[in-house]
């Protein structure tokens, strides 16, 4: 298991690359008992690392961080020690506004303020560093930080796809679950279809493969909270519904067909599912 551990953040620490987005490399990950954890600042590196059974999450993976300034904040940390709210490293770094920010929605200060509309709210206080690079002091108040409703557990999905392209503790599907009708199975649930059995899938199409152009078959890998399964669009197929297809949520229609040991879904049809989830685009293989 260990050295499962040091895969999946050698394969984190190396991105962008390979076939699939980071959340489908989370979601493998999960589902060999590794899990990640959200950037923290008082324990995470600049880059992902092992900790005990998990992947932690580098503060240089957070959108509007990057490694350099992610660096600095480990630096500081270190010779000065733990960073006691938003604010404190404010004062002592002088990140930049949308880095912090960043850095809330991840969740990277959970572990000093659990509730992220109050870390938004307290690192507006913080005091930056003058020009020369001396270090403001904390201007005492006697207000403290007001008290907020936090943000959803949907709230802070969407904010997490947002700034990091992944959820750590779950997936989108997760919230869409609810609302989606009885007979649209999970991909789980797809292996215990029997041949020609009419099915419904639904989920974030991950990878899209074109191995004869534009005019060809078109194979879909589509994730949900569950696993993943293939979908393939035969041409006509496709040039009905390559609007929906661009869609960040699909639901499927079709049938299912095995060869070769493998199960897939033929489509007939699909179908658009809203979501305000800003989920990183689907990769697209020509």
Known sequence: ???????????????????????????????????????????????????????????????????????????????????????????????????????????????????????????????????????????????????????SDEEKMMGEYRVMGLYPKGHVMEFVRPRLRPEVLPAAAVEAAREGDCITVAGWPVARQHPRGKSGTVFVTVEDETGDVQLILWPRVFARFRRELDSRLIVAHGTISRWDGTTNVIVSRLERLQTRAPLPSAHDWR
């Open 1 to 151: 298991m260990f050295i499962t551990h040091r895969l999946f953040t050698a394969l984190m620490n190396n991105q962008p690359m390979g076939f699939y987005p980071v959340e489908t490399l989370k979601e493998d990950a999960r589902r060999f008992g590794v899990p990640f954890l959200n950037p923290d600042v008082n324990r995470s590196g600049a880059r992902c690392a092992p900790d005990g059974d998990v992947v932690l999450l580098g503060l240089g993976l957070v959108k509007d961080v990057g490694e350099a300034s992610a660096g600095a904040l480990v630096q500081e940390r270190e010779e000065h020690g733990p960073y006691r709210s938003a604010a404190d490293l404010v004062r002592r770094t002088g990140l930049k506004p949308q880095a912090v920010l960043s850095l809330v929605m991840a969740g990277a200060f959970d572990g000093v303020t659990p509730n992220r509309r109050e870390a938004l709210w307290d690192a507006g206080l913080g005091i930056r560093p003058g020009r020369n690079g001396q270090r403001a002091f904390a201007i005492a108040g006697d207000g403290g930080v007001p008290a907020f409703d936090d943000f």
